[in-house]
């Protein structure tokens, strides 16, 4: 089983479109989570960091669940802009480095 | 504000040659550094990660090795390249736990 899990995708939506990706982690003692954005043959950019009550950043809303040990982004008023592959993140203490869901792929149409 | 280069920005190199590949850090002191490799497709994949001058940690074995000679500078190199060391490389600095990604070295390896 991966240490994280998304669903590839793609997910193809319309402008205006709300659209949420879930991703499940393995390890329950990861103790940080974020969402990256990566555009096709850039490097991963990063999104935002997800915190345990929930945070907001305009147009997204990343929410951590520990117990079933899932984390999901949700973008609202989706533009074309926002097509990328979207990449779920995960620390635990015990690395000193990051593990990478293999992403999700969005596009938004017009 | 810190910045992270990486260079060169493409390289195509025949089976069997060397390889050297450059990262350094700007606006930080003592940073976490780390490698990464993105096949075609797929996820990210940890290669090396050092907290220090002369620090090394190797997360899959392979022929490739890692050298930080100074506070903001690691190196990844290779003395024989494979046809299977093709990728997107991605030098990374953590702050302390959000990773940035320089702009990445696209190699092919023919």
């Known amino acids: 089983r991966k240490e994280v899990e998304q669903d590839p995708g793609p997910f193809n939506v319309p402008e205006g479109a709300t659209v949420a990706f879930n991703c499940t982690y393995s390890?329950?003692?990861?103790?940080?989570f974020f969402w990256y954005r990566q555009d096709c043959r850039k490097e991963p950019k990063l999104l935002m960091s997800v915190y345990s009550s929930g945070n907001e950043d305009g147009r997204f809303t990343a929410q951590l669940n520990r117990a079933s040990q899932y984390i999901s982004l949700l973008i609202r008023d989706s533009k074309l802009s926002d097509s990328a592959t979207y990449l779920c993140?995960?620390?635990?203490?015990?690395?000193?480095?990051?593990?990478f869901g293999s992403g999700t792929r969005l596009q938004v149409q017009p | 504000s810190q910045t992270i280069h990486q260079w060169p920005a493409t390289l195509v190199q025949p089976v069997g040659s060397p390889l050297s590949l450059e990262c350094t850090v700007e606006g930080t002191s003592n940073p976490n550094l780390y490698w990464y490799r993105q096949a075609a497709g797929r996820g990210l994949q940890l290669l090396f990660y050092?907290?220090?001058?002369?620090?090394i940690s190797s997360e899959v074995p392979q022929n490739l090795s890692a050298s930080r000679p100074q506070d903001r500078q690691f190196i990844l190199s290779s003395k024989k390249l494979l046809l299977s060391d093709s990728g997107f490389y991605l030098c990374a600095w953590s702050a302390p736990y959000e990773q940035y990604f320089g702009p990445g070295t696209r190699l092919t390896v023919t």
């Open positions: 050092s907290v220090g001058i002369g620090q």
């Open positions: 390890n329950s003692a990861s103790q940080s």
């Open positions: 993140v995960v620390n635990h203490v015990s690395r000193r480095a990051l593990t």
